[in-house]
């Protein structure tokens, strides 16, 4: 079955960094376009950034993480990361990788990001 596992999170101070991974299994990840959503307390979830399946991997980004968050992928690991950089407590919230195959979505548990000083 689909399994999304992400890691990587944790506490951080503000202009700080982290990558986030999520590794992928049971399906063919180079296939499919992966997205990263973000979920912070009392507030809906959000798109953070998305990145297509082609050899290119052509990426977009919500405009709030454009220049700070880059999205990327290896294949030959099925893994899918998020590299943050310049962190805002704005920020912090539960991360989520996600994927959509055959109209279906599915989720990992997410990981704990916290920027505080």
């Known amino acids: 079955q689909v399994q999304l596992v992400e890691s990587g999170g944790g506490l951080v101070r503000p202009g700080g960094s982290l990558r986030l991974s999520c590794a992928a299994s049971g399906f063919t990840f180079s296939m499919y376009t992966m997205s990263w959503y973000r979920q912070a307390p009392g507030k809906e979830r959000e798109w953070v950034a998305t990145i297509t399946s082609n050899v290119v991997g052509s990426r977009n980004y919500a405009d709030s993480m454009k220049g700070r968050f880059t999205i990327s992928r290896d294949n030959a690991k099925n893994t899918l990361y998020l590299q943050m950089n310049s962190l805002k407590p704005e920020d912090t919230a539960v991360y989520f990788c996600?994927?959509?195959?055959?109209?279906?979505?599915?989720w990992g548990q997410g990981t704990q990001v916290t920027v505080s000083s």
């Open positions: 996600n994927t959509n195959i055959r109209l279906v979505n599915y």
